[in-house]
């Protein structure tokens, strides 16, 4: 056999090496790209996990501040609407109301409120008379306020908020809310509150915000109200509408609520931003989380993986270069370029966040820089620790028996504690995948502090098991979650609720209809729904709510209800006393007019006849005179329950103040009313026994007009002629009943 041709071997090798360095330089470029792929897509999503998070902190702020500013305004509204109501009932007795009376009112409704700055009232020309802190010298005027001109053009009364705007009493940037005062059907006045914009930022400074967040109240036209911005050495001028571009377009796209990642325009910072606009109130609170603080820690982790990356691309090239050389060492260069390249492989595969690898024996071999910093430690410290060494929930023998059981190929997702060198205990997220290398097991692990967002999970689930504000979900018209706050104000045990259906709310099956029909209505067609509801307690009681709902999917809506009760007993008492004389509780001269003319129509449309019948008694002054006031009031009780006893349900009683009383006798025919005048005439003859002892008597001089369904005579014409033929039947002798 011949021998080989050594050129032909040389050639052969010079063949095979020219086809190494192809495939070696084809190699390399593969793993760089494979190694850029995956840092991208690792960062990337990383980089979305962090983005998510500052959105989520940024959105849980905004929920809690649109609650605080929402329970803000609505407890000012309520006094300021009861208030109203008060003023508006003494301006309307005769005569008005001293200023004293008017500023005692004011001056108690002020106690009523925390951190407003002024209460106070103005006459119909504009000059502000009543009030809290008024100024020395000439009253202020606000005749020329935009509030004001619009206060007095409302078609109805309503709560109309202005501002910011200075204050001309304080000379302080202020919020006001306004509303009209109306007395007998006229414009008399406005009544405000006003709120300092310094109120807004001491209720933000209550929030736990990291250096550079912001807080902010704007108005829906973007005027800035407040805003705190711990360390920004610029805060804002209040009144100023700079927003982003990019903020303005996402308010018109979506003006009740969002978020969106901008430059502030206010202090130049980056921030991820989320808003919330204020239900029946021309106000949006914004929550912004810093960026620049939020991701440093991701922006560390891109720097050490992308060294990684680089790294293990650093030593694919080198062992090219070594196989090159000596293509006798080429197996063992290309075996650790697959033994490495398995490993960066596997640590690309995890979040990169805390990145570690443990052995079969759950010792630590290699890990991040970050993993270091999460633990309060440093890597000379952690290398060759067994992880039972800070891990909180299971001991080493514990963890030993869980490697003991796993194979290559294995994934977990886990939550864990860890425990830092400085003693503290953080919550972390754990993902773990296992590979083999060379016959042995290792556990590539990436962990993620999760403290805060558990935090954060724990604030929102204490908030949702408010024992304020009562909160449920409902599929179908189905409670399918609620909190203990519904179970309270309804009533019922804990757990009663879960499952059972809609309707134990409710008064009735057509209150039931008739909510449901309004609720999905306005969801479908506005995204929300608010009102106040009489609902049912499980003891029967009638329970009044501030209820509102919003839709979760297409079969969910998530309901909410504050127990407003005591807040609407208070407001009909305040009615009640609006329109009934304190004293002796009938009709007061308000109501009697609104009663007079109900009657008056009743008349003209059943051909009927009403008798307004004026009375005054004879011989009240010689008793309260001789007995004292305490008598004259008991007198003037006991003429009052006589009057309504003997008198039919459609008729009237009301006194007019001091001894006058009038009765409204309806749908008579001819002289019916004559019999009826002559009863209550000998029942208030009758002898009244005081309290102190003593027997009393007075009589009664009543004067009569009679309203024909004909006549075109109206209430207080009709009142004014009764009380003429009293005052003509006094004349005559008194005790008499005279008809004009």
Not at 304 to 313: I, Q, Y
Request: aromatic share 6%; net charge neutral; with cysteine.
């Amino acid at each position: 056999m011949p021998l080989t041709d050594p050129q032909l071997l040389v050639d052969g090798a010079a063949k095979r090496r020219r086809r190494m360095t192809v495939w070696l330089v084809g190699a390399n470029l593969t793993v760089a790209l494979v190694l850029a792929a995956l840092v991208w897509h690792v960062l990337d999503a990383s980089h979305r996990t962090y983005a998510t998070q500052a959105r989520d902190v940024a959105e849980g702020l905004a929920a809690v501040a649109q609650l605080n500013v929402e329970a803000e305004i609505g407890r000012v509204d309520a006094v300021l609407r009861a208030t109203g109501a008060e003023l508006e009932r003494l301006m309307a007795a005769p005569g008005g109301a001293p200023d004293a009376v008017l500023n005692e009112v004011l001056h108690a409704r002020f106690g009523l409120l925390h951190g407003i700055e002024a209460f106070r009232a103005a006459d119909a020309s504009g000059e502000v008379r009543w009030g809290t802190r008024l100024p020395a010298g000439a009253p202020a005027r606000v005749h020329d306020r935009d509030y004001f001109l619009q206060a007095r053009a409302l078609a109805e009364p309503a709560t109309l908020v202005t501002g910011p705007l200075v204050s001309r009493v304080s000379g302080n940037w202020v919020v006001a809310f306004v509303r009209p005062l109306v007395v007998r059907g006229r414009f008399a006045g406005v009544l405000y509150v006003s709120v300092g914009v310094d109120h807004f930022r001491h209720l933000f400074e209550r929030y736990e915000l990291a250096p550079l967040d912001a807080m902010t109240l704007r108005r829906d036209d973007l005027r800035l109200v407040a805003r705190i911005a711990p360390g920004s050495p610029v805060q804002g001028e209040v009144g100023d509408t700079k927003v982003s571009a990019r903020m303005r377009e996402m308010l018109a796209a979506n003006p009740r609520q969002g978020s969106v990642v901008t430059t502030v325009s206010i202090d130049g910072r980056d921030r991820t931003s989320a808003y919330r606009a204020l239900d029946h109130w021309p106000f949006v609170v914004y929550a912004g989380v810093n960026n620049e603080r939020f991701f440093k820690p991701w922006r560390e982790q891109a720097w050490t993986v992308a060294s990684l990356a680089a790294l293990a691309w650093l030593l694919v090239a080198l062992a090219t270069w070594h196989v090159r050389r000596a293509n006798r060492r080429e197996e063992q260069a290309m075996t650790a370029l697959a033994e490495q390249g398995k490993r960066i492989q596997a640590l690309m595969r995890v979040s990169a966040d805390g990145i570690h690898i443990i052995d079969g024996r759950g010792r630590l071999v290699e890990m991040s820089d970050s993993f270091a910093e999460m633990l309060k430690s440093t890597r000379a410290s952690l290398m060759g620790r067994h992880v039972g060494s800070w891990d909180v929930n299971q001991d080493e023998t514990a963890i030993n028996a869980w490697l003991a059981k796993i194979k290559a190929g294995d994934r977990q997702r886990v939550d864990v504690q860890h425990r830092r060198d400085d003693g503290q205990v953080i919550d972390v997220e754990l993902q773990l995948s296992v590979t083999e290398i060379r016959g042995e097991l290792y556990v590539f692990s990436s962990g993620r502090d999760v403290t805060q967002a558990r935090r954060l999970q724990r604030e929102q689930a204490a908030m949702l098991d408010s024992d304020l504000v009562a909160m449920a979900k409902i599929e179908h018209r189905t409670i399918t979650w609620r909190n203990r706050a519904l179970e309270r104000i309804l009533g019922y045990g804990p757990g009663e609720l879960q499952g059972a259906p809609a309707r134990v709310f409710y008064w009735d099956d057509a209150q039931y209809e008739e909510v449901g029909r309004q609720v999905y209505s306005a969801l479908a067609e506005h995204g929300h729904y608010r009102s106040q509801i009489r609902m049912r307690s499980k003891g029967g009681e009638a329970v009044w709510v501030d209820f509102g709902a919003a839709p979760l999917s297409v079969t969910e809506i998530f309901a909410m209800a504050v127990d407003i009760t005591p807040m609407k007993a208070a407001h009909e008492h305040l009615a009640h006393a609006a329109f009934h004389d304190a004293l002796t509780q009938l009709p007061n001269r308000v109501l009697l007019h609104d009663r007079i003319e109900q009657a008056l129509g009743v008349a003209r449309r059943e051909r009927k006849r009403v008798a307004i019948c004026y009375l005054d008694l004879d011989g009240f002054k010689a008793v309260n005179d001789e007995h004292g006031h305490d008598a004259g009031d008991q007198l003037l009780e006991t003429v009052a329950r006589r009057l309504l006893a003997h008198i039919r349900p459609l008729d009237t009683a009301a006194r007019l103040g001091g001894d006058e009383f009038v009765l409204v006798l309806t749908c008579v025919d001819g002289d019916d009313w004559r019999p009826v005048l002559a009863r209550v005439v000998d029942a208030i003859g009758e002898p009244v026994a005081l309290s102190s002892g003593a027997i009393v008597a007075v009589g009664a001089t009543v004067g009569v007009a009679v309203f024909s369904p004909d006549d075109t005579t109206g209430a207080q014409e009709l009142i004014e002629r009764a009380d003429h033929e009293m005052l003509r039947g006094k004349r005559d002798g008194k005790g008499r009943v005279v008809a004009g």
